[in-house]
C-alpha cells in the first residue's frame, strides 16, 4: 500500500531533473552562451594556471621539509571526497529548485515514466494542490527574511554573544532567505476521525538558495550555510474547535517520521562536507530538530488564553498496538562456502521499527523457514500516518546480510482490530513474514481488567518473550513542584524527577536554579498488574546525589479514582514542610475488541475559556459529541463546591513519646577514664514534618511523656522514622535509629510496644502509637473532650478532638482595586496560630483556586476559623468568620455554600466547603487511663517479649511489595510465601505444556534469599535436567548472575515432548555458585525435584519453590 508520506519522492525526481538540466528540459548552455571579450579568455588562463601551482605546491612542500607521501596522498583522499560530496549537494540542490520550478510540465512530460515518480498530488487523489498558498508564500518570503534577519541579529547573536566569554565577537555578516519560497506540494486533510478537530498533512518540499554567514572576529573565523533541501510531511492539527474567534483554540504541528534534511556549508564548516563527517553533522541536526517536532515531541500554539496547553502538547495515544511475530518463510539464502561452491542457509532475524520504536528478534541459526514466536507492543499517537516497518536480515560475524522488508500503515490494524496475514517481503528475491496484529483500545474503566489480565497470562505461556504483555498503560504528565528545600548554604537547587515503574526508569528534563521547578514533562510506562505495581517519584538535584523528596503512589488508587485518572497536588516525604508536586496520572486499561466498530480515542478533553471574563462570558467544553459553548451569566453560577474525590481523605497519627530504657552512654570525662551518662533526645520524622523532644539531663532511662499529631496522607511505603541523640556543645552523639510502617499502624489503629534501637548496642524506646478513627457523630465530641481534659503531657500540647478540611473554590463580586483595575485575589485561613495561603489568582472579580486545607481542632465549639481575601497580600478585599460549633448542627457535619463576605461589596461571596471530623481515640471511647486502656486494647508480653521486638514491624503486603515479586505478579498456589522459605532460598519457576508447537516449556525467572557462598555474595546459575534422561540430553542451564543473591533468569528452555511424556519426567534442578577450576569456594546452593506428573501443565504453573540442601 502506497503511504505517500514523503510526498514527492524527490530523490528520483531531483535525478530526472538533473538530467532534464542538460536535456529536452532546459535550453543549449552553448548555443545561448554570449562571446566572451579577449581580456576575461586571458584572466581565466591565469587562473587556471594559478590552481595548477597550488595543487603542485603541496607536494613541492611534503618534499622540501621532508614529510611522508603518505600524508599528501592522504590529504588529497580527503579532498576529493569533500569535492565530491560538495559536488553532489551542489547539483542535488540545482536539481530540485528545476524541479519545484517546472513541477507543472514534469507531470505531462515524459521524464517520469512511472507513476511512483509522480507528486502526491497526481499520484492520491485525496491530496490536493494549493497553489494559491504556494502563491502567498511566495509573496511574503522576503518579508519572512526580514523577520529572520531581525530575530537573528537582533535576539539570537546577543544570547549566544553573552551565553560565553569566546563568542563575544560574534556577529551575523549576511542573512539571506533567497528568491526561492518553501513549497507546499500537496495537503491531505482528515475530518472524519474527531469531529472536534481538523487533520492535515501537509507535503513540504524547499530547495532554496538561502545563505547565512557567521563571523568570529576574535578567531578570524568565519562560517554559514549557503542552500538548503528539506522535503517530509508535516502534521498540522487545529483543536480544539471552538465556537468563537479565531474558532481554533490552538495549532500542533510535528513531522510523524524525520524529514529529509541536505545543507550545503560553507567557510569553515565545510569540513562538515568531508566523508564520514557530514552524515555525522545531519545526523546531529536532525536529532535536535526531531527532540522538538518529530513524534512523540510536538509544537503547540495556542490561539485562546487558558487553554490546557499541556493536554494537547501530551495528548494520550491513539491506541496500542500489539505485535506477534511468528515465523518467516522461502527467505533468501546469504551463507555461502568455499567462495560459493557450496551454498548455504540463513540465519535470519527481524528488526521491527515503529516511528522512534525500535525491536529486535532473536536470530535463529541455519534456517530459511524460522519461527520466531515472539510479541511486542507499540504505542501509536497518530493513525492514520504512523507505520510498521519490519526488516529481515542475516546474521553474519561482519556485516548483516539484507534479506527484505515491508511496510504498512498502523490505521489498517485499527480498522480491523486483529488483522493475522503472511506478508511479502520487498526488495528481495523471495520471503514473506507471518505476523498477528492487535490494536488494543484505550479504556478509562477497569471493568474489564480481570479478563484482560487472564488473556494476558494465556500469551505468556505461549510466547518466546520475556516480558509479559501489559494489562495498561500509564501516561503521567510531570506539571510542577513547589517549596523544594534548599541546598546547603540555602542555595536553590536544581531539580530533575526520575520516575520509576517496575525495572523502568525515566527522567524528567532539569529546572536550574529554582526550588518551584515548571517541569512540564510527559512519561508512558506500560504497566503488567495494576492491581500490585506502584509508581515511585524521586526529586533530586542535577548531581543525582541529592534527594529533595521522594513519592510513591500504587496504581491501585487509581483503579477506585473517577475515570482512572487522579489530576491533584501530592506531599512529598523526606522533604520540606510545605514541598509538594503536582501531577496527572492517567491509567487506561488495554482492551481488545474484536467485535466493536473502531471508536475515536480516548484523551483528556481540554476545556478553553473564551476571552471575555467570566461575567457575561462564555465556557467552552470539548466533549466527546463535539464543542458545546454554554454561557455562564452571574445567576448560574454553582451553588456547590466540586472537590477532588480525595479530599478530606486524609488521616490523623497521634504519637504518643512515653519513655527509653538502657541506653548507651556517650559522655565521658578526663578523656574518658570517668565515664558519664547521655543527655538523651527524640527526632521524630514522618510525612515531611519533624518533630524533637526536649533533652533530659544525665538519664539512661528517660522519661519525656511528649505528644505529637500529624495529618497524613494514606500512601504505601510512608514510615515514622525515629533517631535518639546525646545532647552536646559541639556534636550531637548518635543514639539509635528505628523505624515503623505506617501501614502497620494504620492496620493496627492502635499499638503500645518497646521497639529496639538498631545501630547501637543496647536501648529501646516505648511509643503509643494511634491512627484515629475518623467519625461525624457530634454525640461522640463530650466523651472525646473529657478525656482530653484529663491529659497532661511534658510539651503541653492539648489532643486534639477534631479536623477540619476546607476547599476554597472560587469568589465572585470582589471589589475593585482605587485605580478601577481588577484585583489580584488570594485568600488567608487561620485558626489559632496555623494559617495558610491560597495560591493569588490573575486580575479577576471572580477569582477560582480550588485548593484544599486541613486544621487540627483543639476544641470545636470554642474555636474559630478566619477568612481573609486580600489583592497580593495587601488591600482587604473582605472577610468571613465560621465558628465551628456552627458546623455542629450541619448535616453530616459540612458546610458547602457561598458566604458573604464582610467589608465588602454587598454582592462580595465565597463559596467554600467546610468538614469536621470527630477524632473518636480508642483510648477516649475505653474512659481509661491511656496504660490501663493500652493494657487492655494490646496484647500482653513478657519482659523476654519485648526485647525481641523488631525496629520495623513487618506486614504480608510490605513484605510482598519489598521483594523481587514485584517483577513477577503471579500468585503462587501453594508453597509460595515467605513465611516459611528455607534457608537455601527459593526459585520461581514456570511450567507448561503449549499443545500448539507440541511441546515443554519451562520457565525460569527468578530466585530469591540465596545463600552467600563468599563474603563478596555468589555468582548463581540454575542447571536442571529432565529425568529418566540416561544420555543427557535434555540438560540445560541459565546465564551466570554475577554476585547476586535475588537474581533474575527469565529465561525459556522448550522441549520436544509429548504430553503423556511430559507427565512421566521429574525435573530435577540445582542452583550452582558459578566456580573456578580448583576452586575451594562452595558450588551447590540448593536442590529441588518436581514431579511434572503432580502438576497441571495443559494451564500451566508458576510458583516459588522451596530450595534444599538435597533433593526432596
Known sequence: MPSGDDGPDRGRGTEAAASALNGEGAPNLEETQAPSAPGVGAVSVLWSFGKCLGALLPVYLAGYFGFSISLVIFGLIIYMGWKQSRNGKTARLQSAMYLLENEQDFTTTKIFRSKRDLPSWVNFPDVEKVEWLNKILQQAWPFVGQYLEKLLVESIAPSIRASSTHLQTLSFTKVNLGDKAMKVVGVKAYTEHDKRQVLLDLYISYAGDVEINVEVKKYFCKAGVKGIQLHGKLRVILEPLIGDVPLVGAITMFFIRRPKLDINWTGLTNLLDIPGLNTMSDTMIMDAIASFLVLPNRLTVPLVADLHVAQLRSPLPRGIVRIHLLEAEDLAPKDNYIKGVLAGKSDPYAVLRVGTQTFTSHHVDNNLNPQWREMYEVIVHEVPGQELEVEVFDKDPDQ????GRFKMDLGLVKKARVLDEWFNLTDAPSGRVHLRLEWLSLMPSADQLDQVLQRNKNIAIA??????????????????????????????????????????TKESRTCYGTNNPQWEDAFTFFIQDPRNQDIDIQVKDDDRALSLGSLSIPLSRLLVS???????????????????????????????????????????????????????????DVTAGGVSVTPSPSHKRPQQTSPDPSFASEGVLRIHLVEAQNLIAKDNFMGGMVKGKSDPYVKTRVGGFTFRSHVIKENLNPTWNELYEVILTQLPGQEIQFELYDKDLDQDDFLGRFKISLRDIISAQYTDQWYTLNDVKSGRVHLMLEWLPRVSDPARLDQVLQFQSQQSYQNKVVPSAAVLFIYVERAH????????????????????????RTKVCDRSTSPQWDESFHFLVCD????????????????????????????????????????????????????????LMILDSKLAACGKDPGETARALAPAMSAPDVEEVEAIIPSKEAATSANQELRHRAVPPHGGGDQGRSDQGQVKLSLSYSTEENRLVVLVHACRHLIACTKDGSDPYVSFILLPDKNRTTKRKTSVKKRELNPEFNERFDFDLSLEEARHRRLDLSVKNSVSFMSRERELIGKVQIDLAQLDLSSGVTQWYDLTEEAS
Open 400 to 403: 548483516d546480510d539484507f534479506l
Open 463 to 504: 510466547s518466546k518473550t520475556a516480558d509479559p504483555p501489559s494489562a495498561a498503560i500509564l501516561a503521567v504528565y510531570l506539571d510542577r513542584a513547589q517549596e523544594l528545600p534548599l541546598k546547603k548554604g540555602n542555595k536553590d537547587p536544581s531539580p530533575m524527577v526520575q520516575l520509576s515503574v517496575q525495572d523502568t
Open 562 to 620: 473517577p475515570d482512572l485518572t487522579m489530576d491533584q497536588w501530592f506531599q512529598l516525604d523526606n522533604s520540606g514542610p510545605a514541598s509538594r508536586i503536582y501531577i496527572n496520572i492517567v491509567l487506561r486499561v488495554l482492551w481488545l475488541d474484536k467485535t466493536a466498530p473502531p471508536t475515536s480515542p480516548v484523551s483528556p478533553t481540554p476545556s478553553v475559556s473564551v476571552p471575555g471574563g467570566s461575567e457575561g462570558g462564555a465556557t467552552v
Open 813 to 836: 463580586g470582589l471589589p475593585l482595586k482605587k485605580s478601577g483595575k481588577e484585583p489580584k485575589a488570594g485568600v488567608e485561613l487561620s485558626l489559632r496560630g496555623t494559617s495558610y
Open 860 to 915: 470545636p465549639k470554642q474555636d474559630t476559623l478566619i477568612v481573609k481575601l486580600s489583592h497580593s497580600w495587601g488591600m482587604a478585599l473582605g472577610s468571613v468568620v465560621l465558628l465551628l460549633r456552627e458546623l455542629l448542627v450541619e448535616p453530616g457535619l459540612v458546610l458547602d455554600r457561598w458566604l458573604t463576605l464582610d467589608g465588602a461589596l454587598p454582592e462580595s461571596q465565597i463559596l467554600l466547603r467546610a468538614t
